[in-house]
């Protein structure tokens, strides 16, 4: 079983930048595809973006297409989301997944495995 744990959030400015780490501990995460999730209150949960465990096939929503990066970085055993060109509506609590399958998957119920989340506010 892997553990993730996410940190790198905070508070920062419109057009400013974050990124965003998910640890992995217990197993490698090179098994996994692993995906980023937000939520903000009142809201329901949405993907934002997918790296895939075979070929570290990359996939976004359309909302952060062209401003975040996901990245994976195999001797850290960590998973990274470089976001750029924040808006106040990328506000939200961010979570990391991870699911042992490797067909690429948008819904959050299909992951096995959660983070606690990370905050990240953007002002205006």
């Known amino acids: 079983q892997v553990q993730l744990v996410e940190s790198g959030g905070g508070l920062v400015q419109a057009g400013g930048s974050l990124r965003l780490s998910c640890a992995a501990s217990?197993?490698?995460?090179?098994?996994?595809?692993v995906a980023w999730f937000r939520q903000a209150p009142g809201k329901e949960r949405e993907f934002v973006a997918t790296?895939?465990?075979?070929?570290?096939?990359?996939y976004y929503a359309d909302s952060v297409k062209g401003r975040f990066t996901i990245s994976r970085d195999y001797a850290r055993n960590a998973v990274y989301l470089q976001m750029n060109s924040l808006k106040p509506e990328d506000t939200a609590l961010y979570y990391c997944?991870?699911?042992?399958?490797?067909?690429?998957?948008?819904?959050?119920?299909?992951?096995?495995?959660w983070g606690q989340g990370t905050q990240v506010t953007v002002s205006s």
């Open positions: 790296i895939l465990r075979i070929g570290d096939s990359t």
């Open positions: 997944a991870g699911i042992s399958s490797g067909q690429l998957t948008t819904d959050a119920r299909a992951y096995d495995y």
């Open positions: 217990g197993r490698p995460l090179s098994r996994y595809n």
